[in-house]
């Protein structure tokens, strides 16, 4: 007699966290704009058996905005998860994956990442700032008032833009935008800056130093704009920073 | 009645009692959340 099909995999199976693991770090691997994600959750699993130690799996997960944008070096198991009142943005993934002999490869995938409800996050913190769409007029404004405001008292390296991550705007009881968004040290300080700015040239990858900045900016009742840069360090990869965002929303694939 | 008292004699026996301390087996999916429930 033929022998018995294996038992299906269930989603908290150490076969399935595993290969949860490997495509988590593949999807990372392979974002180009704001932030690294981390596994909320194995919604489903499908195992195809092919032959002899050779399985195809279909894995869909449920992953979440970390605080790590994709220039931190920072590793994947120290970036803190946002929180449910932070808007969270959360993304859901398809992954096609084969087994061989052990080994596990990503063969396809397809993610496709959202912010949270804003109602449900209103009904519990009604004060709550909301993410709101990169290209905001309010935040391109911060966003420029606020490099422009760092670069003026730095001595250091001229920063510019790389994109803009992630933006919020608050309207009660205070107006406040606020903003996070990637930059990179140029070749020029920020004093050669003032006098020819077209000249600062980012600098070559293999010699590139990103940063990360945040950025609030109150105008009502009162104005005010506060910001704070940290470099991250001379680092070896670099993403291309030839596009200035990416709005949670979009496929990939 | 006679009748009766047979269906329900079959039903009872159907149903095995689990032993003291049993935990029923999660649910095979979707899997635990790590973070929280959105």
């Known amino acids: 007699a033929p022998a018995a099909p294996p038992a299906p995999l269930g989603c908290d199976d150490p076969e399935s966290e595993a290969a949860a693991e490997v495509a988590v770090s593949?999807?990372?691997?392979?974002?180009?704009?704001?932030?690294?994600?981390a596994l909320n959750r194995i919604e489903n699993i499908r195992v195809l058996p092919q032959g002899l130690n050779n399985d195809i799996i279909?894995?869909?997960?449920?992953?979440?905005?970390?605080?790590?944008?994709?220039?931190?070096?920072?590793?994947?198991?120290?970036?803190?998860?946002r929180s449910f009142m932070d808007h969270a943005v959360e993304g859901d993934c398809d992954i096609k994956m084969q087994r061989l002999d052990g080994k596990l490869s990503v063969l396809?995938?397809?993610?496709?990442?959202?912010?949270?409800?804003?109602?449900?996050?209103?009904?519990?913190?009604?004060?709550?700032?909301?993410?709101?769409?990169?290209?905001?007029?309010?935040?391109?404004?911060?966003?420029?008032?606020?490099?422009?405001?760092?670069?003026?008292?730095?001595?250091?390296?001229?920063?510019?833009l790389i994109e803009i991550g992630r933006a919020k705007i608050q309207y009660h009881p205070a107006h406040v935008v606020f903003s996070e968004f990637a930059v990179a040290a140029t070749n020029c300080s920020a004093a050669e800056a003032k006098v020819n700015v077209e000249n600062c040239q980012l600098l070559p990858d293999d010699q590139s130093n990103f940063g990360f900045c945040?950025?609030?900016?109150?105008?009502?009742?009162?104005?005010d704009l506060?910001?704070?840069?940290?470099?991250?360090?001379?680092?070896?990869?670099?993403?291309?920073?030839?596009?200035?965002?990416c709005p949670p929303g979009q496929d990939t694939a | 009645s006679v009748a009766n008292r047979a269906v329900a004699e079959v039903a009872q026996h159907d149903k095995v009692p689990h032993p003291v301390g049993f935990v029923p087996p999660p649910p095979p999916c979707p899997g635990r959340i790590r973070h929280f429930k959105i």
């Open chain 1, 214 to 223: 945040t950025a609030t900016m109150v105008t009502r009742p009162s104005q």
């Open chain 1, 58 to 81: 279909f894995l869909e997960l449920e992953l979440l905005e970390t605080t790590c944008h994709i220039l931190n070096p920072t590793p994947l198991e120290n970036c803190t998860v």
């Open chain 1, 226 to 245: 506060t910001v704070d840069c940290k470099l991250y360090g001379h680092q070896v990869s670099t993403p291309d920073p030839g596009v200035f965002y």
């Open chain 1, 26 to 37: 593949y999807i990372n691997d392979n974002i180009h704009h704001g932030y690294y994600f």
């Open chain 1, 108 to 160: 396809a995938s397809k993610c496709h990442s959202h912010a949270d409800s804003s109602k449900d996050l209103i009904k519990v913190c009604p004060d709550c700032p909301l993410l709101t769409n990169l290209s905001n007029t309010e935040v391109l404004t911060t966003v420029t008032a606020a490099l422009n405001h760092y670069n003026s008292k730095t001595a250091d390296a001229y920063l510019k």
